[in-house]
């Protein structure tokens, strides 16, 4: 299997992090990035750098005003006086209807759901070749590689189509679900993330296209906290085409391949052409996020059951942070998945 990266990807270095209103470091490093790349090798699977794919993609997931947003905001914010290293909002609006602000700062509020997704100089360019590489790989599966893995960083399932948030800004893995989806009737997401992919979930709501199911910590006392509830199934034409399910927290393996037979079946029931797997591995019980306590072994079965799909498939790197099993865990899900799958 082919894995696809660019150096570009390590220059967004996020600094400001708020945790229960408390300053901490923030978990999303560029020293993931080694890890999970040895991790990749360690499965047999070799780098490859994505091409530039333009903006073409990516405009078929997020608004224009967004992506104009993303790009010139670090230098708007800096020519306000006294202004931070990052952007940060201060403000944000409750609800969507009232007017679009002309202001950075009103702006920021507008396009980013938290404070932990600070934007610097070089956030747009780490963002715009994470989705580049979410792209080469959905194209790598379209030319009939079986599968392919898109080592995204910064990460991409809770932005939304014209939100940031959660230490995300483009979302690489709906990003790949609409390449994919070029040439397949109906594709869909499996979220295995700790945390909901409410960003991918808001994209997709109303399409009966693209099926998502995210299996995750349960939301009621966990980020995102406004999403991620089993009562959540899609609107309009889109009902029916999105599937939560909420694991009790520091669940094990045995609760979290339970919950994946019934995502399977949901998505066997689908009848999808290809698989876009938003491959989160802070599901780990080591992982600094403690919500679930998937093993390392539990991680190979993952890839092992989802492999059984025998689809297309792409795998978009999502969430996981630095602890000692991290690059073991990448490892033991692809070897996983490629051990029932066969070499490709
Ligand atoms: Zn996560």
Redesign the pocket.
């Known amino acids: 299997m082919k894995a696809f990266y660019a150096n570009e990807q390590k220059r967004h270095k996020p600094k400001a992090y708020l945790s229960s209103g408390t300053a901490r470091p923030h978990p999303e490093k560029p020293e993931r990035v080694e890890i999970l790349l040895a991790g990749a090798s360690s499965a047999g699977l070799t780098v490859e750098r994505p091409k530039n794919h333009g903006l073409g993609p990516i405009t078929a997931v997020h608004t224009p005003e967004y992506l104009d947003f993303l790009e010139h905001i670090f230098a708007r914010w800096q020519r306000i006086d006294g202004a931070s290293a990052e952007v940060i909002p201060n403000i944000h609006p409750i609800t969507r209807n009232g007017s679009y602000p002309a202001s950075a700062v009103g702006q920021a509020g507008y396009h980013m759901a938290d404070t932990v997704c600070p934007i610097s100089t070089e956030t747009w360019k780490s963002a715009l070749w994470s989705a580049w590489s979410a792209v080469e790989a959905a194209e790598a599966v379209k030319a009939g590689a079986p599968s392919a893995y898109a080592l995204c960083r910064p990460?991409g399932?809770?932005a939304f189509a014209d939100v940031a948030g959660?230490?995300c800004f483009i979302n690489n893995s709906a990003v790949a679900a609409l390449a994919l989806r070029r040439s397949a009737a109906r594709v869909a997401i499996l979220d295995v993330?700790?945390?909901h992919g409410n960003g991918t979930q808001g994209i997709f709501y109303a399409r009966p296209d693209v099926l998502t199911v995210s299996l995750?910590a349960d939301p009621v006392c966990f980020?995102p906290f406004f999403w991620g509830y089993a009562s959540e199934r899609g609107e309009g034409a889109g009902l029916g085409y999105n599937l939560n399910l909420p694991l009790p927290h520091k669940s094990g393996d045995a609760a979290f391949l339970e919950a994946l037979a019934i995502a399977l079946r949901r998505i066997l029931a689908f009848a999808p052409e290809a698989l876009v797997v938003a491959l989160?591995l802070?599901?780990f019980e080591g992982d600094p996020?403690g919500g679930l306590s998937v093993t390392t072994l539990g991680f190979s079965r993952i890839g092992e059951a989802i492999a059984g799909l025998d689809l297309p498939t792409v795998i978009v790197q999502?969430?996981?942070?630095l602890c000692d099993a991290l690059g073991d865990n990448l490892t033991a899900f692809l070897t996983g998945f490629g051990g029932r799958r066969g070499p490709g």
């Open positions: 990460p399932h809770h959660g230490f993330d700790l945390h995750h980020y989160g802070d599901a996020f999502e969430g996981g942070y």
